[in-house]
């Protein structure tokens, strides 16, 4: 069965370290990855986007990666800040689900403390 | 600019009534999408709708429909509704096949 998995135990680290979120798929070919932050009662934002053909990519302090073999993409918030704190969801999308239907995971709860 | 606006951002309903969750696109965008997400889930896409037509639906029953206008907004509508639908509705606009822009989101109550 398809699957997009991420940690369902919140992470807690402290100010100034490099949060660690994980996204694992089974099943599923995406052509690309995205990477949304969710507050409490509020809709997605979109963070990041990463295609199968890209193995990094960066933005100010977050950085994604995306390996299309063990079909996993890490996803890294550098010197780390309380306001980051959040529900980090990724999403695919790619051939076996239709290029206008995101699959979300059911999101990583991040919390960083001073 | 404007985001993606929906309205209302919050309704109860009692079981077998319907609802009308409304969505008005980023200008520009002509993709508008519908998604539920239950507490401590993630979205679960229902419905994409590109230039009113049709474009994707997701695992949901009959009971859940939707249109797009001229104008590019949307509604989404649930008949007979079950305390299983009590969730947040977003809708998503884009103007490619790439970033989805949300809205607040619709929190509805089903009692």
Request: charged letters at 30%; aromatic letters at 8%.
């Given at each position: 069965s398809?699957?997009?998995?991420q940690n369902s135990e919140a992470l807690n680290i402290q100010e100034g370290k490099t949060a660690t979120l994980t996204?694992?798929?089974t099943n599923y070919s995406p052509a690309y990855l995205q990477w949304y932050r969710?507050?409490?009662?509020?809709?997605?934002?979109?963070?990041?986007?990463?295609?199968?053909?890209?193995?990094?990519?960066?933005k100010e302090r977050l950085k994604v990666?995306?390996?299309?073999?063990?079909?996993?993409?890490?996803?890294h918030i550098t010197a780390s800040q309380p306001a980051d704190s959040a529900t980090y969801l990724c999403a695919l999308a790619g051939v076996n689900t239709g290029f206008q239907k995101l699959v979300f995971g059911t999101g990583t709860r991040l919390l960083v403390s001073p | 600019d404007a985001g993606v606006t929906q309205s209302p951002t919050h309704?109860?309903?009692?079981?077998?009534?319907?609802?009308?969750?409304?969505?008005?696109p980023i200008s520009g965008h002509k993709s508008v999408s519908w998604y539920q997400q239950v507490l401590g889930q993630g979205p679960q896409f229902i419905f994409q709708y590109y230039e009113k037509?049709?474009?994707g639906r997701g695992n949901f029953p009959d009971r859940f429909s939707a249109r797009?206008?001229?104008?590019?907004?949307?509604?989404?509508?649930?008949n007979a509704l079950l305390l299983g639908d009590s969730a947040l509705y977003l809708c998503a606009s884009s103007a490619s096949y790439t970033e989805a822009f949300f809205g607040q989101g619709t929190r509805l109550t089903v009692v």
């Open positions: 398809q699957k997009i998995e996204c694992n798929y969710q507050d409490p009662g509020r809709g997605p934002v979109f963070l990041l986007l990463i295609r199968e053909n890209e193995k990094e990519k960066r990666t995306f390996d299309t073999t063990l079909k996993q993409s890490l996803f | 309704l109860i309903k009692t079981r077998g009534q319907h609802v009308t969750l409304r969505c008005s037509e049709e474009r797009q206008f001229p104008n590019y907004s949307s509604e989404l509508n649930v």
